[in-house]
């Protein structure tokens, strides 16, 4: 394979190749980042894909050299990828736009072999400040200390995740109620086949896997086939967190699954702060080991799939409003 293989047309057919099932149409050029771990014959084969000057070792250096607004990729390869470096972390800061993330891993949505983490305590691990930008393959694996409280941090606009997963180390760091794995502050955000969550670590307080913080842009997002894990220890942990301020707002949830393993948990969504969003499951979507999916104070907030249909029973001796997405606001169409 020629050093010379970057932006190559052979590099520009593999990245059309490669990029095709995550929906990127008409990649720029491309960079790759092959991790500190990759040493050897590994490290050396994966050099050989790009120039010196489109080859890193490091995610933000190959993010900082992109132009931005112009479609490019940076290819991460399947191994483990410290931010910062293998001795100290900072928190990787993605503030190009339309300037993609791809794992060189086949089609996964846990523990794919591309992965971003960190060694010292980070408050927030990633921060998408840009738009536009699509992130694909990876496995965020984050926490190393109880003051790790926000994987992904979303405050840019129009940003698509597919075939993730966001993963919490440390359960100390899920008894505060400030933990986030996802926090999501930007308008028209996407995730599709991703996951989020665990069956593994014990969770205690009222911290959620997905919150949405209040920003001037409202947080709308769409869910698609997504899976939301929890292992509860207590009956305080949330799948779904609404922060007060968050404006007018919609979610959208396609054949999502709410899986708590643990304990069980007394509200799937936290609506203290849903003001006039709105949540909408589609008949594919459902909750399985929480008490009731919303507070009787927020129902008509949240949409639920059509009565008498296999989601809505009840099941378990959970309350009538459980599997009608516990039995929120029914509407028939």
């Given amino acids: 394979m020629s050093s010379n293989y970057n932006n190559s047309s052979r590099m520009r057919e593999i990245c059309a190749a490669s990029l095709s099932g995550i929906g990127i149409v008409g990649a720029a050029e491309a960079r790759v980042v092959a ?176 919150g949405y913080g209040s920003n001037a842009n409202p947080p709308r997002a769409i869910f698609e086939n997504c899976v939301f894990i929890i292992r509860a220890d207590a009956a305080a942990p949330f799948f779904l967190k609404i922060a007060a301020g968050t404006g007018i707002f919609a979610q959208f949830f396609r054949n999502c699954l709410f899986l708590n393993m643990g304990t069980s948990m007394t509200y799937a969504i936290d609506g203290t702060g849903i003001g006039s969003g709105q949540l909408v499951f589609d008949n594919n979507s459902y909750f399985a080991g929480p008490t009731d999916v919303i507070a009787a104070a927020y129902i008509s907030n949240v949409w639920a799939a059509p009565a008498n249909t296999a989601v809505n029973q009840v099941t378990g001796g959970a309350s009538t409003r459980l599997f009608n997405l516990l039995g929120v606001n029914v509407q028939v169409s």
């Fill in 35 to 210: 991790g500190v771990a990759a040493t050897g014959e590994p490290y050396y084969y994966w050099q050989r894909w790009a120039r010196p000057e489109y080859f890193h070792t490091d995610i933000q250096t190959a993010h900082d050299q992109c132009q931005g607004g112009d479609n490019e990729v940076v290819f991460i390869t399947p191994e483990i990828q410290y931010i910062g470096g293998a001795t100290t972390s900072v928190k990787l800061t993605w503030s190009k736009n339309m300037t993609h993330l791809v794992g060189m891993y086949g089609p996964a949505m846990q523990n794919m072999r591309s992965r971003i983490t960190h060694v010292t305590t980070l408050p927030v691990m990633c921060e998408v400040s840009g738009y536009g930008n699509t992130f694909a393959n990876l496995y965020f694996m984050y926490g190393v200390a109880n003051t790790d409280l926000n994987c992904l941090l979303v405050s840019g606009n129009r940003n698509s995740f597919i075939n993730c997963h966001f993963l919490q180390q440390v359960d100390t760091a899920l008894d505060s109620a400030s933990f986030k794995m996802v926090n999501i502050q930007g308008s028209e955000t996407y995730f599709k086949n991703c996951v989020f969550g665990a069956d593994t670590i014990l969770w205690t307080g009222a911290g959620a896997l997905v």
